[in-house]
C-alpha cells in the first residue's frame, strides 16, 4: 500500500504570495492532519479534517487555511506569505475507522521557503 | 493542556552502546504515546506506539519502550546501537475526542549521533 504522498516537495515563493500544498493520505484513511515544523518552535499542529470537515485546529492565524475532498486528498493553503511560514509542511494520515483517534502515518512533507 | 519534554537536547553514543532516550508527557487521562524518528530533509517515520495494555511496547528497528504511568514517562530503549540510527526522535502525546481530534503535542526532540 502506497504511503501518504505531499506535492510539490520543495517550494520557493516570495512575502505576499500565497501557496497550495496538496496531501494525498493512504489508501482508506480518513482523517488528516497538518503540521509545521521549524528549528525554532519546533512540530505544531495546524488543524485536522475528517470526511471534509475540519474538526480542530491549532493557534494559528487565519492565512492558514485548509480544505479535505470527498477522495480525503486535503490541500493547505498559506495566503499573504511571510518570511516566518518558511517551514517543513508534514501531512499526517490515519484510518479513524469511526472517527475516533488512530496512529497517524507522515508524508515527506513539503520545504517551503519564503523569500 | 497536554504536553511533551525531551530532556536531552543532544545524545551522543559509541555504536554498539545501550540507549534511552527520555520523554515525560502532561496529560490527565491515559494518553496515546509514540515515538518516532526522523531523518535529515525526511518526513516521520513511526518507530512504536503505546494505547493501552502491556507497558513494555516492541518497535521496529529493535526498538522499545515503556509506559510508566506513575512518573508519566515513556523512555524509548535499545540494547545495542547502529550507526544508521543517527537521526532525530520524537516523542508525542495524543488524546481521545473533544478538542484533540487528529493532533499530535511533540517533544522537542532529541538528536542522536553515532560514534564508530
Known amino acids: 500500500k502506497a504511503g501518504v504522498t505531499q506535492t510539490p516537495r520543495y517550494l520557493i515563493k516570495t512575502r505576499g504570495q500565497q501557496v497550495t500544498l496538496s496531501c494525498s493520505p493512504i489508501?482508506?484513511?480518513?482523517?488528516v492532519s497538518w503540521y509545521q515544523q521549524t528549528p525554532g518552535q519546533g512540530l505544531q499542529f495546524l488543524f485536522e479534517y475528517f470526511s471534509e470537515t475540519q474538526r480542530n485546529k491549532g493557534n494559528f492565524p487565519g492565512r492558514f487555511s485548509g480544505r479535505q475532498f470527498s477522495n480525503s486528498r486535503s490541500e493547505m493553503n498559506v495566503s499573504t506569505l511571510e518570511l516566518g511560514d518558511s517551514a517543513l509542511y508534514l501531512c499526517a494520515s490515519s484510518l479513524s475507522l469511526n472517527g475516533g483517534w488512530e496512529t497517524q502515518y507522515f508524508g515527506p512533507g513539503t520545504r517551503l521557503l519564503v523569500l | 493542556a497536554q504536553s511533551v519534554t525531551q530532556p536531552d537536547i543532544h545524545i551522543t553514543v559509541s555504536e554498539g552502546a545501550s540507549l534511552e532516550l527520555r520523554c515525560n508527557y502532561s496529560?490527565?487521562?491515559?494518553?496515546?504515546l509514540f515515538w518516532y524518528v526522523q531523518s535529515p530533509g525526511q518526513g516521520l517515520q513511526l518507530l512504536l506506539k503505546?494505547?493501552?495494555?502491556?507497558?513494555l511496547v516492541q518497535g521496529i528497528k529493535g526498538f522499545e519502550a515503556e509506559f510508566k504511568r506513575s512518573q508519566s514517562s515513556f523512555n524509548l530503549r535499545k540494547p545495542s546501537v547502529h550507526w544508521s540510527d543517527a537521526a532525530e526522535y520524537f516523542c508525542a502525546v495524543g488524546s481521545a475526542g473533544g478538542t484533540s481530534y487528529g493532533k499530535l503535542t511533540f517533544g522537542q526532540g532529541t538528536i542522536l549521533t553515532v560514534h564508530p
Open positions: 503505546y494505547f493501552s495494555g502491556d507497558t
Open positions: 496529560y490527565g487521562a491515559t494518553p496515546y
Open positions: 489508501s482508506g484513511h480518513r482523517s
